[in-house]
């Protein structure tokens, strides 16, 4: 069963490409300073593109577009990019690789800069992995990068070069702007957003901002209840005999799970955490076992425990009512304090009482969700371990859930 679930999840994400990711009406400006109008697959890019797909009809045959040829490409009315060749320092961006160096070291690269805000003054974005940098213009002026830079002091200690601010005080006036506005500014989208719209309206500019104006269902808050087909093994490194399946059980659990949904890639990303209840309970005899009084051993589990799955959840649309959604979760488990595994002899006297000690697992699932609202899943928990704080003891843990979803918002 796992390895069919693990197939199935594999040739789901095969087919990434028919999802809510498709062509809408765009266009690009060419070396030549045409614009084509275009339908471009709207990746909803997380880091700034190096290149770009493209179709120049509904019919048309996917073209591949790179900054070597295009000037400009966008999609209308939600996003803008235009290439074009800066000064950009990447040295104060990642914490674990930083120097002593407290000034800018630029080097020159032509880039995709994202359009934030397109006024007197422009504001753009450039997002590389951990690396975000924000650029400006002052008028009609160059591209210029906007500074904050961290820097080694020394060993243990780190500076911040917040250079922006002055750049800002000094370039971007405004009578309504005072100093103690431009202190406060952090360095981030949504402030220098504000903080570019604001010296737009003060200058009574005409003022595009390409933030996206669509809605993200950003939150979902999802009670989950579930049939639990669960099975375990006792492993006794003392005597092979002794060795115990105690088989599968059908069992329930609930669980009430929290959904983020990533603002990237058309909202296709997210992640969750679903703290949930469930049991165990299972008692096997033995026959023939030896060293034990009266040949006769009996094994027994109770287990009860919350398990608290972190999960990274890739949605696949199927329309504007539907989607498959796949996720891998890293499972934490706090396990009840009356959890034991019983060893009992053929007179119900206890021969041994081990507590359950867990540890984490990994789970993997596959489901459908319908109007944002109902949704069902097939998830399979990898091997546990319950008797961790045993060398001589060993008692895995398997779990097949189907979980059926009501979102409450």
Same mark, same amino acid.
């Given at each position: 069963m796992k390895n069919q679930l693990l197939f199935l999840i594999a040739a789901i994400l095969s087919l990434n490409g028919y999802s809510q990711i498709s062509f809408e009406n765009g266009y690009y400006i060419d070396n030549n300073n045409q614009k084509i109008d275009c339908l471009i697959k709207n990746m909803d890019w997380l880091n700034n593109p190096t290149e770009f797909e493209y179709k120049l009809s509904e019919n048309s045959e996917p073209q591949i577009a790179t900054a070597a040829s295009v000037k400009e490409f966008g999609v209308n009315n939600l996003s803008k990019y235009i290439n074009r060749t800066v000064n950009i320092d990447r040295t104060g961006g990642v914490l674990n690789n930083l120097g002593y160096e407290k000034n800018p070291v630029f080097n020159k690269e032509t880039l995709f800069l994202k359009?934030?805000?397109?006024?007197?003054? +422009?504001?753009?974005?450039?997002? =590389?992995? @951990?690396?975000?940098?924000?650029?400006?213009?002052?008028? =009609?002026? +160059?591209?210029?990068?906007?500074?904050?830079? @961290?820097?080694?002091?020394? =060993?243990?200690?780190?500076?911040?070069? +917040?250079?922006? %601010?002055?750049?800002?005080? @000094?370039?971007?006036?405004?009578?309504?702007f005072k100093l103690s506005k431009i202190e406060r500014i952090n360095y981030n989208k949504n402030e220098l957003v504000k903080f570019f719209t604001e010296y737009s309206q003060c200058h009574n500019d005409e003022l595009i901002d390409f933030e996206p104006k669509q809605k993200r269902d950003a939150f979902n808050l999802t009670i989950r209840p579930r049939l639990n087909n669960s099975s375990s093994a006792v492993t006794s490194a003392v005597s092979y005999s002794r060795n115990t399946n105690l088989g599968s059980k059908m069992g329930f659990g609930a669980g009430l799970e929290a959904e983020i949904i990533l603002p990237f890639n058309k909202n296709k990303w997210a992640i969750a955490l679903e703290p949930t209840y469930q049991s165990f309970k299972s008692?096997?005899?033995? +026959?023939?076992?030896? @060293?034990?009084?009266?040949?006769?051993?009996?094994?027994?589990?109770?287990?009860?425990?919350?398990?608290?799955?972190?999960?990274? %959840?890739h949605y696949l649309f199927l329309n504007k009512d539907s989607k498959l959604f796949i996720n891998a979760s890293y499972v934490f488990d706090f396990n009840s304090k009356s959890s034991y595994v019983e060893l009992r002899r053929a007179d119900n006297s206890i021969l041994n009482t081990l507590e359950v000690k867990t540890s984490y697992n990994l789970a993997f699932g596959i489901g459908y969700k319908l109007y944002d609202t109902y949704s069902v899943e097939m998830r399979y928990l990898t091997s546990r371990e319950l008797l961790g704080g045993y060398n001589s003891w060993s008692a895995d843990y398997k779990t097949l859930s189907i979980i059926l979803g009501y979102s409450l918002f």
């Open positions: 359009v934030l805000v397109e006024s007197k003054s +422009n504001l753009y974005e450039y997002i =590389d992995g @951990n690396l975000r940098i924000y650029f400006y213009t002052k008028e =009609d002026s +160059n591209i210029e990068q906007l500074i904050s830079k @961290n820097y080694k002091i020394s =060993d243990g200690k780190i500076g911040k070069n +917040n250079s922006f %601010r002055q750049q800002l005080w @000094n370039d971007l006036k405004c009578p309504n008692e096997k005899t033995i +026959n023939n076992v030896s @060293n034990v009084s009266g040949g006769i051993l009996i094994t027994s589990i109770d287990y009860s425990s919350i398990e608290v799955p972190l999960s990274l %959840r």
